[in-house]
């Protein structure tokens, strides 16, 4: 065997690679602007952050009209680019936000950008990924600078528990990772996912997907594997958990997404049923009685976990309840990002320096004195609870009309239940916020609470982009379903024109002026 | 008889697995997993995979077991501990639920172990494991994963210099 | 010495997965934070092993190639754990995970 290492074949790698790449070299330049570059100029970095997350989007879509040749390895096609530009988003609102707070809190450093720039190379590596060593390196490039920036308020004890709780439950499901991909490598062979998972051999096979499941369950937070979620995102700082909710989140889902297209045995489809519902179910639970808006957060992701896994369940149908399922999963993970951020940075403007306001208690009748903020904390949270018109709702929507679709009706009246309980804890905050009245105590020496012009920014533009996606689901569910459909590139397929029409039918349908006709609703035939 | 070694490093390699979640001092710990990365190393060897077996020793039992014993060093610990926790936890309710499947697994293997249909194929490659393969292999195939890695280690760098340094200057 | 032919690839299989079992139990049972950690390491060596032993049963060098990866996230991962394990010690000259109740709920 020779080393074949011509030019051609370097430049191929390097197409292939291109997102993950570029990315970690902004993070890299960032890094070294921020060591040499004197103090006074550190508000450069976000700036210089934000430039690397664009060029590294035009260098993904340049790439994937570039790179065909598969190695094996990393795959750049349609779902890599849908994916990669969702976390590309993600991290550039995650610096945005960022950028004021960090500056607060006194922890303005190049290294914070850098890391937040690499986990996000890493999870689109994890997306991206055709073989399980791949993967594996995805997960720990994604999760080694997580647990570093969650433990990034170094002086407070609060945020150090959170960064060895995550450490080592992190690493915990990383060891999971590596002996269920043993135990694959064992059965059949191979580490190439599509590969291994096509190979028909019996219990070890099964075991070792098993655990690979256990271990990316753990990163996004599915019951039974959640209990480090409340702590770690009540400890790490305000930006790293909106960072870590969204962007870790969609990476897991990326990976599972990748192990579930290629065809998971039966025995599966039951496990992730399961694990679907009592995400659901537990999430939605134990939210209610949280008293801390971060926690509340926590286990209100951990119910949003939930409900994508349930897209992700149509992954293991026929490919069209498949491209519709998961061009609903990618969708919502969109939307996800832009109201998970939004609701996060309202609590990082309402709990002041040193984040010392961060229980609901805090949040009672705030509406006086700063009711846009209010009003936008309430858009984010209606959104979250999938109330119409926002996004959430339509993002919802369309996963419970995949999973009905797909044949897991009970599964989507689960969802739907437990969405209703959702209301109530989202509602609740909205209540204190707006009827209650502030504890006479504290009026008077509190300032009044005002956002920097940054927040200002954001939060506005992540609002109006909650109701705008709302509004104009279908392009959007276009674009997505276009992502979906390399995925299940190797099925059995319905023609693209019928595909593309399912969701998005029902999406004009219901964007008639709220004119509900239960007939239509049963008369729509999706094809 | 040539079961006879392999019998001898597993049982060297499983009691001190045992004794390190067992004993009360963290640095007898450490000291026992080195042995435990030793005696695996020698397995390595055993089973045609000469340059992981060096990476295994330097490496592994070398720098890496040596950081922990040096971090534990430092901060004085090793000290007395009880070596499992007092209240049972879910923890403790994890632990018997996850051993007990785990093992079955185990006995499940040990159970099919008579069935000879799982014996190694004995021609090889004579050049199986040596480290011209792998390194042919790490430039080829996994040259996309082997850069991956540089990509790691700088994220780790980083993250250990920012999180020991006393204060942000 | 001819190992292979007296050793199935079963033995090597249940070996891993007792290893594999301790290390978890141990990660399970242990409220030190570093004894934890070797417990990690120990499930990944588990990893290892099978890894290595399947390459050898498959005649496939991949495997090994996997362990290469595995022991280089090892190191990346030990370093960033005992820079956590010294930051916090250094905050509370205590590192009992069980006695860590800034959180709870």
């Known amino acids: 065997m020779s080393i074949d290492l011509t030019t051609e074949f370097i430049k191929q790698n390097l197409w292939v690679s291109a997102p993950v790449w570029s990315l970690a070299a902004a993070a890299a330049l960032v890094l070294l602007v921020g060591a040499f570059r004197p103090r006074s100029t550190h508000s450069l970095l976000p700036a210089l952050g934000l ?35 969702i976390i590309l988003i993600a991290t550039a609102i995650g610096i945005i936000i960022s950028s004021p707070y960090v500056n607060r809190e006194s922890l303005a450093r190049g290294e914070y950008y850098a890391l937040m720039m690499f986990s996000s190379s890493g999870a689109m590596l994890m997306g991206a990924s055709d073989n399980f060593i791949m993967m594996f390196l995805g997960l720990e490039l994604l999760s080694i600078p997580l647990y570093v920036l969650s433990g990034f308020r170094r002086l407070e004890g609060i945020s150090q528990e959170a960064a060895l709780k995550y450490f080592l439950l992190g690493s915990f499901a990383s060891a999971f990772f590596v002996y269920g991909t043993a135990l694959v490598f064992a059965a059949t062979g191979t580490t190439s996912i599509a590969a291994a998972l096509a190979a028909n051999s019996g219990a070890m096979l099964t075991m070792g997907v098993g655990m690979v499941l256990v271990a990316l369950g753990f990163k996004v937070a599915l019951v039974p594997f959640h209990m480090w979620t409340p702590d770690v995102y009540e400890g790490a700082p305000t930006s790293v958990t909106a960072f870590m909710s969204v962007v870790a989140k969609a990476a897991g889902f990326g990976g599972l997404a990748r192990i579930v297209a290629p065809g998971l045995s039966p025995n599966w489809h039951l496990l ?18 949280q008293q801390n808006i971060k926690r509340l957060l926590a286990y209100s992701s951990i119910s949003h976990a939930g409900y994508i896994l349930m897209g992700l369940l149509t992954l293991s149908r026929d490919s069209v309840a498949g491209v519709d ?6 969708f919502y993970l969109l939307v996800y990002t832009l109201m998970n951020f939004g609701a996060f940075a309202v609590v990082i403007v309402f709990a002041g320096s040193g984040d010392k306001a961060e229980d609901i208690d805090d949040y009672r009748g705030i509406a006086r004195r700063s009711p846009l903020l209010a009003a936008l904390m309430s858009v984010f949270l209606l959104s979250l609870a999938g109330i119409p018109p926002f996004a959430g709702f339509f993002g919802k929507l369309f996963l419970f009309s995949a999973a009905v679709q797909a044949g897991y009706p009970g599964l989507a009246v689960i969802a739907v239940l437990t969405s209703v309980m959702g209301v109530f804890y989202y509602l609740r905050v909205t209540v204190v916020m707006f009827m209650e009245e502030e504890p006479a105590s504290g009026v008077a020496d509190k300032p009044s609470v005002s956002a920097s012009p940054t927040y200002g920014f954001v939060l506005g533009a992540l609002a109006a982009l909650v109701i705008v996606v709302g509004i104009l689901a279908a392009p959007v569910l276009n674009w997505t379903a276009g992502g979906a459909e390399s995925l299940t590139a190797g099925r059995p397929a319905a023609s693209a024109s019928v595909r593309y029409c399912a969701l998005c039918r029902l999406q004009r349908f219901i964007s008639r002026p709220f004119a509900f006709d239960c007939t239509e609703l049963r008369n729509l035939r999706y094809r | ?67 922990f014993l040096f971090v534990m060093m430092l901060l004085n610990v090793g000290g007395a501990e009880g070596p499992l926790r007092e209240n049972p936890s879910w923890q403790l309710a994890a632990a018997i639920v996850l051993g007990c499947v785990l093992l079955f697994e185990a006995a499940l293997h040990i159970a099919r172990a ?55 200057p | ?10 033995a090597w299989l249940a070996l891993s997965g007792l290893l594999f079992t301790i290390g978890a139990i141990g990660f399970l049972i242990r409220r030190d934070p570093i004894v934890m950690f070797m417990c990690i390491e120990l499930m990944l060596n588990a990893g290892n092993l099978l890894l290595v032993a399947s390459a050898r049963y498959r005649a496939v060098m991949d495997g090994q190639i996997y362990v290469f990866f595995v022991m280089t996230v090892a190191a990346a991962e030990v370093a960033v754990g005992l820079a956590i394990i010294v930051a916090i010690f250094r905050q509370r000259l205590d590192i009992d995970v069980d006695e860590m109740s800034e959180m709870r709920g």
Not at chain 2, 139 to 150: A, D, G, K, M
């Open chain 1, 51 to 85: 430039i690397g997350v664009i060029v590294s989007g035009c260098v993904t879509v340049h790439a994937s009209q570039i790179a065909t040749a598969p190695l094996g390895m990393q795959s750049i096609d349609s779902f890599t680019v849908v994916f990669d530009l």
């Open chain 1, 272 to 289: 992730l049923w399961l694990l679907a519902a009592g995400t659901m179910i537990w999430g939605n639970l134990i939210a209610i009685p």
């Open chain 2, 114 to 168: 008579g069935e000879g249909v799982r014996h190694f194929p004995q021609a090889i490659a004579a050049d199986f494991g040596s480290p011209e393969r792998i390194g042919q292999l790490l430039f080829s195939s996994y040259l996309l994963p082997f850069e991956i890695t540089s990509l790691v280690l700088l994220a780790a760098m980083i993250g250990a210099v920012v999180l020991a340094l006393r204060r942000f």
């Open chain 2, 1 to 67: 008889m040539t079961w006879i070694p392999f019998v001898l490093i597993a049982a060297v390699a499983v009691f001190f697995a045992l004794y390190l979640v067992l004993s009360k001092n963290a640095v007898h710990g450490a000291l026992s997993l080195v042995l435990v990365l030793v005696s695996l190393a020698i397995f390595f060897l055993l089973l045609g995979a000469e340059f992981i077996f060096i990476v295994q020793v330097a490496v592994y039992a070398g720098a890496i077991m040596v950081l």
């Open chain 1, 325 to 330: 399922g998961m061009s609903a999963v990618l």
């Open chain 3, 1 to 10: 010495m001819d190992i292979y032919s007296a050793v199935p690839f079963s």
